[in-house]
């Protein structure tokens, strides 16, 4: 079994230790990306940036959600929206702005962000889903990971097969996997053991996202520590 503070590779970056910090929207700017970076996680990403924001130029979006902190490489920028073109070009920018990741939002559950068709909405979309990874890679030219949950409701397996079809036809780089349905949010126990399915299936690494409690977290830094 490996341990939290074992290296691992996500495409060809190498990571010193399998802590990352989540896209946490509304908190996840640069300054707290560093201050985890600090106390030990091994990659950290970036809050939902829209991927309109960034190709229609809005001013809020690209000089605060691109704003990114000499040390606090490695940094995963993550992404979000509904059209490949538009996408290909958030990924070049956000490259540009010295990513070392892209992050593809494929499970936020907010109606806000589903009824663009963006977020969770992917899961009933897959074939989309696909291009705007390919069209990520084709604009970033970085790793790809993309953020799935298994469906929208108990017993949808559509994020599982959609993790599939996006390492098989997309060639991302890895899954980030939050083991609740979307329509839980974020109540409710966690699906471990759908998650340890997921990861035994891919052949590229799953980092798990949701459930941690403060012992968890308490063990974790312990660990780190040692």
């Not at 990352?20 to 030990?40: H, M």
């Not at 993790?163 to 974020?186: C, D, M, N, T, W």
């Amino acid at each position: 079994m490996p341990s939290l503070t074992d290296t691992w590779k996500l495409g060809d970056l190498e990571l010193e230790n399998r802590l990352v910090l989540a896209p946490l929207a509304g908190i996840g700017n640069w300054f707290v990306r560093l201050q985890a970076k600090r106390f030990g996680a091994g990659l950290v990403t970036s809050e939902m940036v829209s991927s309109f924001g960034l190709a229609y130029g809005n001013e809020r979006t690209v000089k605060e959600f691109l704003r990114i902190h000499p040390d606090e490489h490695p940094v995963s920028i993550q992404l979000f929206g509904h059209d490949p073109a538009i996408m290909r070009e958030a990924a070049a920018m956000a490259a540009a702005a010295g990513a070392d990741v892209i992050d593809l939002n494929m499970g936020c559950p907010v109606r806000k962000v589903c009824k663009t068709g963006a977020g969770a909405a992917l899961l009933d979309d897959p074939s989309k889903a696909v291009e705007l990874a390919k069209a990520a890679r084709e604009g970033g030219h970085l790793p790809i990971t993309a953020k799935l949950r298994p469906g929208k409701n108990p017993g949808d397996r559509a994020g599982i097969n959609l993790a599939k079809r996006l390492v098989e036809e997309a060639g991302v780089a890895g899954i980030a996997f939050h083991p609740r349905h979307a329509s839980q949010q974020h109540a409710g126990a966690p699906d471990y053991a759908l998650a340890s399915e997921l990861a035994d299936a891919l052949a590229v690494p799953v980092i798990l996202s949701g459930g941690l409690s403060d012992d968890d977290l308490d063990r974790i830094r312990q660990r780190l520590l040692a």
